[in-house]
């Protein structure tokens, strides 16, 4: 879509002089000159100053950080804006005509398994019955996928995978927009997962996909079930999380993180390799160090928590 | 079922002096003249003088509040009793016989989709595989329903509505009554849930059935990945309810209630609109105040919680 | 297998001696003369001495605890060495030949449903669209199933059960053996999972199978949504779980166990029958005694837990 037809959809301003073929949308970060990008915050200027994106929904106040070879679209509410522009880049969410998926050697289909158009599945996989594979995925050698479970369009299995029923890998980030009426506005989550080789996914999981780029399970990470991982979260290599977990949006892990049940990682942290976390952590902020083992709410050292809860148990008596 | 019948069915004696027609059970207070309700506490006598139940499972001692014109049927355990009366107008698990399921124009309904016999289908609906529509269930226009999603019976969803895949809508309720022996007896289900318009509703949720009556999920609401809700709560319009929340039974909840993860609410509260909850809280009173951020647990407000977690850490020093 | 040929496979050495035929792997406690065991701690140095095992993995170390007529296989690792073991007695995923399933009398199954071989369906029962059944599966009679649930092969489900949408039964546990560069290698969870007579399940659980034996969710319990239980847990007759409780593995819990929501348990726990846990919380330790409500994080006397409260709210004054 060009850049001058997708600001008239948005009724923005835009100058011929800038226009150019824009390909989807993304963060200030990770913006090619062919997509477009938004200042939400005062607090990423310094994003906004070194983007390559080509062109930026930007209030008026801050337009003056927009850099030379970036348009500013102008608008009030850049985050609202860009909901509104998610939705020309969101693709159809089912494919009725295109290639029918390839399988290969060796692979058992199941009756009532739904294999999307473009679909790649990989040799001496096995998909058991009524699980939806959507368009355009791919799925690696030696995976079993167990019945009912769910792969969104455009996502990505590895081999030697285990996911077990009912999981439902792709399904979309929560993010929205408000307007100032407080009705939300959808921002159509057009980027991905990607499930990376010899990971195990637990039952009744959900993983969402990323609202631009990838949501990834890295290699080797074992889930349990009902785990929640929001888009764009990233989890580290070998790691292994009990059951029902819940990760907030953007968060990344480093490898080898052990969490205990039921605990929760807030949006937007980063968490060092090697550490663990007992059961029923809340992980309220980014952690540096590493091997070291946490828990409570908010998080501290284990040890700290459980001196702490001796300290409270002593004003009962 | 005539009144007669069913008190004859659980062993109650009934004078023929008050017999009708019955349609069902309800609660004392929204039960019609040919419903018929009980008294399972003494601290709703208010609500039973007050009823225009047709006829009240009512234990002997309270039976003098019950109001002219309702018959009272005479029981040792009233919630018990009003468990096996729910089971008389349970209705079928599945429909065989009955008129095809309507669908409108535009709509794509993909393989392996159940629609149950009656249900209607609005114009341009999206249903992916393997998806169940129960019996007599209404579906609004522009609606997307992923894969492998349930909706029991006689349930409604809106119109422009999504529901992420392996979300359940309708299951039962949690209702038992406690026999002596400590043994359970169900409380068939009977109500059902309405999904407002222009809802969004994540990965593997679960909302059950009303009892009697329905369960709401209002206008504009946004609910993230597995979020549980209990039968006849009611969730505000354009509300925001982060992953892994659960909502124990009749709660309300009023528009605009913004929910971090994993935050639980009590059952039978009302809380106030636009009101925000950090991740975690547990909601175990009913909040009359608006535009507050609550915390904790027990709740209180989020400022207060975070100066309480400050001076407990000091008790670490 | 003969016991040779599953150590010349681990790369064990094995003196012909004690050759026999083996049948699976079990736990120390459990172990049949026709069965291969392990000791993984010091700690249960005790149960070694008492096996009755063909074999056991067990460190140079400890091999002398190992009692006569078990043989020792000796290895540096015994829990990695388990691991790589139970890939050797893991059925196949899904069986592609064998006797058809075996429905009874006035039992609708509706479309999709998958029945696995050699699985048994009793009378009056109801499974609706697109439920997963595997192999060698028994279900009682006059038991509902609703849609898109799972239940993996080799499991039970008894007579007079309720399961609904998307519920999973019999999904592997989570058990995996660390290797010594921190990567995890599957125990294959090769018992199954046994649901007694009159158990309802809400929407959308996991219960996880045994690693051996058998998970059971016993006579007359009621479990509400969400809620995940481990490999090896045991739920006692005429519990009520409600939603979004989770289980660690190997917990047992005491008939009329009563818990609200978001509950936790930790592994390896026992818990006497008739006790009632209030929502939230989490179970850290065995209970003997019974008819107490507990409540809080580390588990105490609800009691207790609202006084604490009650004193933390003063610190804020």
């Known amino acids: 879509m060009k850049l001058s037809v997708l600001a008239e959809r948005l009724g923005l301003e835009c100058t ?40 930026v929904f930007v209030s008026k106040e801050l337009a003056e950080h927009v850099p030379e070879g970036t348009v500013a679209l102008i608008t009030d509410q850049p985050y609202l804006t860009l909901a ?56 690696g050698d030696n995976t079993i996928i167990y019945a009912n479970v769910n792969v969104y369009r455009d996502c990505e299995v590895g081999s030697n995978c285990i996911i077990h029923a009912g999981t439902v890998v792709g399904s979309d980030g929560f993010g929205f927009a408000p307007t100032r009426l ?24 959900a993983i969402d996909r990323a609202v631009f780029g990838t949501t990834r399970i890295k290699k080797g990470a074992k889930v349990d079930n009902l785990v929640h991982f929001g888009h764009n979260v990233e989890l580290g290599e070998h790691s292994a999380i009990a059951g029902q977990c819940g990760f907030a949006g953007s968060t990344t892990l480093g490898r080898n993180t052990i ?59």
Not at 182 to 205: P, R
């Open 182 to 205: 407080g009705e939300f506005v959808k921002i159509y989550q057009n980027g991905n997962v990607v499930i990376e080789d010899d990971v195990e996914l637990g039952a009744n999981c």
């Open 16 to 55: 011929h002089e800038g226009d150019r073929e824009i390909s989807g949308l993304n963060s200030l970060k990770d913006a090619t000159s062919s997509e477009v990008s938004f200042l939400e915050k005062a607090a990423y200027v310094k994003d906004l100053a070194a983007t390559n994106a080509a062109a």
């Open 84 to 139: 509104h522009a998610t939705k020309a880049f969101a693709p159809a969410v089912i494919e009725t005509a295109g290639p029918d998926a390839v399988v290969g050697e060796g692979t058992h289909i199941s009756a009532g398994v739904y294999l999307g158009k473009g679909s790649v599945v990989g040799s001496n996989v096995t998909i058991l019955p009524n699980t939806f594979i959507g368009d355009n995925v791919r799925i």
């Open 259 to 317: 969490m205990g049940g039921q605990c929760a990682v807030n949006g937007h942290l980063h968490v060092a390799p090697f550490n663990q976390f007992a059961g029923r952590s809340v992980v309220t902020k980014s952690i540096k160090e590493s091997k070291k083992v946490f828990g409570g709410f908010p998080i501290m050292e284990q040890k700290s928590w459980l001196k702490l809860q001796a300290k409270l148990a002593k004003l009962l008596k």
